[in-house]
T-cell receptor, first 117, second 113 residues
Framework: ETGVTQSPTHLIKTRGQQVTLRCSSQ?????VSWYQQALGQGPQFIFQ???????GRGNFPPRFSGLQFPNYSSELNVNALELDDSALYLC????????????????FGPGTRLLVL | DQQVKQNSPSLSVQEGRISILNCDYTNSMFDYFLWYKKYPAEGPTFLISISSIKDKNEDGRFTVFLNKSAKHLSLHIVPSQPGDSAVYFC????????????FGTGTRLTIIP
């Protein structure tokens, strides 16, 4: 069973640029959630994708967008980068279809560290 | 609006002793609670969870206690080992567990050999 993988591990961009981050979910999982972790803070929920549809969104502007593919991998796109977008971006996968009473756990990838200059 | 709070940013414990990490929450709709452990340059690793229908869950050296009336949970690690040194995050979510996670700000645990 392969775990959650993310790429790249880190990257540096300049203000105003666009970035795409990638995530492969754990085998058997059909749901991907993205989180932003700023320094000294806990992860903040950006959005979740289930069966290629956005399924919940946190308090992030529309320049944060995403995709999920038929193989359940996912992308996070951020346009018009700002200095405050510098953070660790985490992807987590889980399964939605098993239903109660199973309570699903989200498993995280290693993250992508983004620095915006 | 911090719905999940970890009021101790850091904690130091002697090796072999008990480590107790605390977490408080304000949203009574939370139904499933999790603890994650995070090493530098890695993603959070799932440690243990508890459903709101229980008040205790054990897994080896790790026990999580939930007090719903006080909206408080704690993680006990016994005995503490040097490899337990990490940042611990408390998280909460709805009934199904795969909805959005709301995290606390973390507690850095240092185990002193």
């Amino acid at each position: 069973e392969t775990g959650v993988t993310q790429s790249p591990t880190h990257l540096i961009k300049t203000r105003g640029q666009q970035v795409t981050l990638r995530c492969s979910s754990q085998s058997g999982h059909n749901t991907v959630s993205w989180y932003q972790q700023a320094l000294g803070q806990g992860p903040q929920f950006i959005f979740q994708y289930y069966r290629e549809e956005e399924n919940g969104r946190g308090n992030f502007p529309p320049r944060f967008s995403g995709l999920q593919f038929p193989n359940y991998s996912s992308e996070l796109n951020v346009n018009a980068l700002e200095l405050d977008d510098s953070a660790l971006y985490l992807c987590a996968s889980s399964s939605r279809d098993r239903g109660p009473p199973t309570q699903e756990t989200q498993y995280f990838g290693p993250g992508t560290r983004l620095l915006v200059l | 609006d911090q719905q999940v709070k970890q009021n101790s940013p850091s904690l130091s414990v002697q090796e072999g002793r008990i480590s107790i990490l605390n977490c408080d929450y304000t949203n009574s709709m939370f139904d499933y609670f999790l603890w994650y452990k995070k090493y530098p340059a890695e993603g959070p690793t799932f440690l243990i969870s508890i459903s709101s229908i229980k008040d205790k869950n054990e897994d080896g050296r790790f026990t999580v206690f939930l007090n719903k009336s006080a909206k408080h949970l704690s993680l006990h690690i016994v005995p503490s080992q040097p490899g337990d040194s990490a940042v611990y995050f408390c998280a909460a979510t709805g009934y199904f567990g795969n909805e959005k996670l709301t995290f606390g700000t973390g507690t850095r645990l240092t185990i002193i050999p």
